[in-house]
């Protein structure tokens, strides 16, 4: 007996419907990438050098000297810790009317534009960037760390408390609403609660990466322990920097679990 | 008293809605509304408390327009319209307490519903609702723990903390099994009766609405094309409100379709324990 249906059945091509325009782009690609590869310059006897560099580095790491620069190294420690610390306060603090000022679900047309402009603003510009107009509007030191951080803090804390209010549960706002609540009560009573657990999960995410930046951000000059992980490593002191860099390792991951710890604890 | 005159509502998209919805809901009077999806059943009793703007016509509870309200004044009338919801619409992450007390949220200052310091008779008002609704030992449970007509009980104190003139109860009982849905049907009609509160009932299902409604008006593309008494919603009504149909055949399958339903939800339930 013959089966009246068909026996084989292919996936129809979903985005490009066209059998030759598929393979002409496909052919396209490959071609880019090889004329792309044969472009880049490997200055193999540099890479050589470099690799004896690196292992001077893996041995400074190896043996970290966490005594001969202490100081300067609590020092720097102290001032990341402090930056990142306030950084993400004030942000975060910023952020939450900016955010739900961008929630187009709660917010008239005129301020939900103003506010995502300014995330926008604050997004578009690197952490890098910032710091180093900031640190040569403000000279070098943590306080330019902490404009920056606290300006980048509201970008990533406003954007996603954002777009986390426009999907509450609108029927929950509506209830609320029907009461012949106030706006300010609507927030309060029907956005807040829905949104808080994420925003306090954000807030402690943010600070993770604050400390990391505030790493990357000494380097140009915003103090903390990048400019004495920088200053170590231009005087070749592998094995100080060696140690910074375990310090840094070992805080994000006692950041990372502490907050993922207290997420699921929020949840 | 609830006077709707020539209701309409267009939405933006062209799609009429409601098209000149004249109704009367006396004191004291219980209607189930009914009709297929789309017919406007939800946007007519959002039209009443403007929770959906209508394009055109008047509602008139107790001699105040409510169309054509500036936000303020539109507020307090919206205070005196209390709501009930399909999925209960309950802030879940607050407590029962705190969902009954967002019915007050209209009489107070904002900064005492922010502390949470509502008036001693607000409160007490609460606990006696809480009572009524049989949830008192529930009361600082937050709303997520608590079961299906738990929480539509709690939706129903919600509505009377307003001290409503009117109640709004949109497809209370679509996401409760038949048992909890005829015990919070009940419950509605007692608590109308006690109160002389009108309500005006959005409803799904035809054997329950004749079950307890005291009034029926079937709406269909958004016009009226039944009112009347539960009794007289015949076969030829039920057709003109939603087509063809074998009604009473589908009436019978219904039944067995929600008890083998909530029969395989018991039993999912049980292996997810």
């Known amino acids: 007996m013959s089966a009246p249906y068909p026996t084989r059945w292919t996936r129809p091509p979903q985005i490009i419907k066209d059998r030759r325009w598929r393979i002409a782009v496909q052919v396209g690609i490959v071609i880019y990438l090889v004329l792309a590869m044969g472009t880049v310059e490997v200055n193999w006897t540099r890479v050589y050098e470099g690799l004896e560099r690196g292992q001077r580095f893996v041995m400074g790491f190896l043996q970290p000297d966490f005594a001969s620069r202490w100081r300067d190294i609590s020092n720097g420690l102290v001032e990341s810790l402090t930056m990142t610390l306030t950084s993400t306060v004030v942000g975060v603090a910023i952020s939450v009317p900016i955010g739900i000022g961008a929630a187009r679900n709660i917010a008239p047309v005129w301020i939900y534009r103003i506010c995502r402009s300014i995330i926008a603003v604050s997004r578009a510009l690197q952490e890098i960037i910032i710091a180093i107009f900031l640190v040569a509007m403000f000279g070098f030191g943590p306080f330019a760390g902490f404009l920056t951080l606290s300006f980048a803090t509201i970008g990533f804390i406003a954007k996603l408390l954002a777009d986390d209010i426009e999907e509450i549960e609108e029927a929950q706002a509506e209830a609320i609403r029907s009461t012949g609540a106030s706006w300010w009560q609507v927030v309060n009573y029907a956005v807040q609660p829905q949104v808080m657990p994420r925003l306090i999960g954000l807030s402690l995410y943010r600070l993770d990466i604050n400390f990391r930046e505030s790493a990357v951000i000494g380097i140009v000059g915003a103090g903390g322990i990048g400019a004495t992980l920088n200053t170590a490593i231009s005087r070749y002191e592998y094995d100080s920097a060696g140690a910074i860099l375990l310090i840094i390792i070992g805080i994000v991951m006692v950041a990372e679990y502490s907050s993922s710890y207290l997420r699921k604890f929020l949840q | ?273």
């Not at chain 2, 074998?246 to 939800?265: I, L, P």
């Open chain 2, 1 to 273: 008293m609830l006077i709707l005159q020539s209701l309409s509502k267009t939405y933006k998209t062209g799609d009429t809605a409601l098209s000149e919805v004249s109704l009367t809901v006396p004191k004291g009077q219980i209607m189930g509304l009914i009709g297929p999806s789309g017919a406007g059943k939800s946007t007519l009793i959002r039209c009443i408390n403007r929770l959906v703007e209508p394009t055109g016509g008047q509602v008139l509870l107790n001699d105040v327009d409510l169309v054509g309200l500036g936000k303020r004044e539109l507020r307090q009338q919206r205070r005196r319209i209390g709501m009930i919801f399909q999925e209960y619409a309950l802030v879940e992450r607050l407590t029962v307490m705190e969902n009954v007390l967002s019915g007050r949220l209209g009489y107070v200052p904002f900064w005492r519903s922010y502390l949470r310091r509502f008036p001693a008779e607000d409160i007490t008002r609460a606990y006696a609702l809480l009572d009524r609704v049989g949830l008192l030992q529930h009361a600082d449970k937050r709303a997520d723990a608590l079961s299906g007509g738990q929480r539509q009980r709690v939706g129903i104190a919600r509505a009377l903390a307003q001290d409503p003139e009117l109640l709004l109860v949109d497809e209370p009982t679509a996401s409760l099994d038949p048992k909890t849905s005829r015990q919070i049907m009940r419950l509605l009609i007692e608590i109308c009766a006690e109160r002389g509160l009108p309500a005006i009932v959005n409803i799904h299902d035809v054997p329950l609405a004749q079950q307890f409604m005291q009034r029926i008006v079937g709406l269909r593309a958004g016009r009226v094309v039944f009112d009347g008494s539960p009794d007289l919603l015949t076969q030829d009504a039920l057709t003109t409100i939603y087509g063809e149909e074998d009604w009473n055949a589908m009436r019978k399958g219904d039944e067995e379709q929600t008890a083998a339903e909530a029969d395989a939800r018991d039993r999912i339930s049980a292996l997810a324990r």
